[in-house]
């Protein structure tokens, strides 16, 4: 009983030092964590499964987010509700867009390869942590923006976003070290969203687009043709269908194509944390693509 | 030995009022990054952009400089392998990049990388041997 007593008066002691942050996205998420450890609590409102361009926050959400003096963004235009949002919000509680003071990239596809109409060819691509240095300037701005807020503990901010930021060094060296198993003529990737460009960009990749592998809606017969006839004519080595694609459409043009089917990538979703999420599309980039 | 849960809860409550102060002094402080700096006047002669520097040496350094016209924006007085800070930085800069090696260190290779908020960043690498001296321009209209 004792015991008891002085663990949950333990907990509610450090619950109460903490600071209140908000999240918009797991990314973010984890970027604060890192950043914050121990000092912060971090309040998600985005859950890993939903879409991160369809997602609007509901009065829940909002209530939860009423808590936090400040809340973090990925930014770019990724919260298409944002600007709502903030309207929202209380004297003294302000939203830090990370993806601000990254430098940007512009969406290069096809408009049918979108991932959202807010995200067309020419706009601003809002997907730039798969580029792995950029996180590791946004553990940097998060550090920054919690250390203006919470002077007592920006020095230990500081150097939590420092052992972050070689953490992320080391991964774009391994991403780097792992792509360079794939022929320079094969570095190729074929997917359903355009969401990889700043990975490609990074990384050394082409990107392309093919009907076919998306989740939503039936594919015809005609625009199958059509895709086997570019795959073929590209010498494309591998495709990356999004998760729930049509398996028969698939598995017809695999077979007329010979290319492999790697396994879905995360576009906008996360893998557990962000570090895994990475890992996970390498090494399936690199398996498909070697094969 | 049972403790009286009337004591408990006084005990508790003490602990609550006493770690509520710092942190309604936390949460109601105003976050400076959002006054916005609305300063007028010579456009040129204001920091404009926010950003970061990062230093990693070779061998260890016994110190670095970062100067614009003289005046000191970034001092490292501490021997060690790498450095970082935050660096307000104009739209054209020019910037005076200096660090210096113990004696008896052989040329060593430094970086420096430069990353102005939403910019690309300016990074390279130096050779040197016992100190070196560079300028950085930099253009970030
Ligand atoms: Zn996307």
């Known amino acids: 009983m004792k015991m008891t007593f002085w663990i949950y008066l333990l907990m509610t002691l450090a619950a109460l030092g903490q600071l209140k942050v908000g999240s918009l ?230 077979q007329e194509t010979g290319c492999q089917l790697g396994a879905p990538l995360y576009a906008d979703s996360i893998h557990h944390d962000y570090e895994r999420t990475i890992r996970h599309n390498v090494n399936e980039i690199v398996k498909a693509l070697t094969r | 030995m049972k403790g009286s849960p009337l004591c408990a809860a006084l005990l508790l409550s003490f602990i609550f009022a006493l770690a509520i102060v710092p942190l309604l002094s936390l949460t109601h402080r105003e976050p400076q990054s959002f006054a916005a700096s609305e300063a007028s006047g010579n456009e040129t002669l204001i920091p404009v952009l926010s950003g970061f520097v990062t230093v990693r040496s070779a061998h260890p350094y016994q110190s670095i400089e970062i100067s614009r016209g003289g005046k000191v924006l970034w001092q490292v007085s501490e021997p060690g392998l790498e450095a970082e800070s935050e660096l307000e930085l104009l739209a054209q800069d020019l910037l005076q990049f200096r660090v210096i090696w113990p004696d008896e260190t052989p040329e060593t290779a430094v970086f420096v990388e430069i990353e102005p908020d939403g910019k690309e960043a300016f990074s390279q690498t130096y050779w040197a041997v016992g100190n070196l001296g560079e300028e950085i321009r930099l253009d970030l209209k």
């Open chain 1, 25 to 254: 996205n797991p990314i973010a998420t984890d970027l604060l964590k890192q950043v914050g450890g121990e000092h912060i609590e971090v309040v998600t409102i985005l859950k890993e499964d939903q879409d991160v361009h369809t997602f609007r926050p509901d009065s829940r959400d909002l209530r939860k987010m009423q808590k936090c003096v400040l809340i973090f963004a990925m930014g770019k235009g990724l919260e298409s509700y944002l600007d709502g949002f903030e309207d929202s919000l209380e004297k003294g509680q302000a939203v830090i867009e990370i993806g601000k003071s990254i430098p940007s990239q512009r969406v290069d596809a096809d408009p049918i390869y979108v991932c959202c109409p807010s995200h067309a060819q020419g706009a601003e691509d809002p997907h730039w942590w798969h580029n792995v240095k950029n996180m590791e300037r946004a553990v940097k701005i998060v550090s920054r923006e919690l250390g203006k807020l919470d002077p007592d503990n920006a020095k230990a901010y500081r150097s939590r976003a420092k052992l972050a930021g070689a953490r992320y060094r080391e991964l774009h060296r391994w991403v780097k070290s792992r792509v360079s198993e794939i022929p320079k003529g094969q570095r190729v990737l074929v997917t359903p969203h355009a969401a990889f460009g700043y990975f490609c960009k990074a990384y050394g990749f082409q990107a392309a687009f093919v009907q076919g592998l998306s989740k939503d809606g039936e594919i015809s017969a005609q625009q199958l043709a059509h895709t086997i006839r570019e795959l073929k004519e590209k010498q494309i080595k591998a495709i990356f269908p999004e998760r729930l694609a049509n398996p028969k459409a698939l598995k017809q043009l695999s």
